[in-house]
């Protein structure tokens, strides 16, 4: 079989306006508790997209840390390439993917650093060993080799033990959005897909888009 030739009809759902709350932060939060509940493998994995300043962009799968009202948070290195694109960019795109469900939610917005309090607070939550290697690694430079990344983690752990902090080149970003979309696969690639924009009175516009 030809890549050309590899399909599959999406059957186990439809999606409705009348299926989905006012507020898309609230209704992503339904689906993602379905998600869990559909012991999903990493449902909290996302696609984060980034662009350049010179306009080139970028995708790479984080893991969401925190979802409120405020927005989609995750934690990362701040000089990494996708905190360098931030920098000069500072709006993102998201995408989570449930394949078992049918299912796909896209998430674009402006990104802004949580506090000092925020970041610390999860820093200080991670386990020992992914707390040594968010100082050890500095995300995104060439490196020798792996016995070179494995000496600068030996060196970490022997210079800060059980007992490290937070670097201040990892943090939190919070993707505030303004625009969400909810997709549900169905037959023939007549797919449901229903997006929210945010309003200049900050309500949501709901709407239905064609597949």
Known sequence: MSIADLRKDYSRMSLTESDLLDNPIEQFSVWFEQALSAEIAEPNAMCLSTVAPDNRPSSRIVLIKNIDARGFTWFTNYVSRKGQDLIGNPYAALLFHWIELERQVRIEGRVE??????????????????????IASDQSAPVADRAALEQ???????????HPVRPAYWGGYRLVPDRLEFWQGRRSRLHDRIVYTLNADNSWKKQRLQP
């Open 113 to 134: 650093r949580v506090t000092d309090a925020e970041s610390d607070e999860y820093f200080n939550s991670r386990p020992l060993l992914s707390r040594l290697a968010a």
């Open 152 to 162: 600068q983690l030996l060196d970490v752990e022997h210079l800060y033990g059980e």
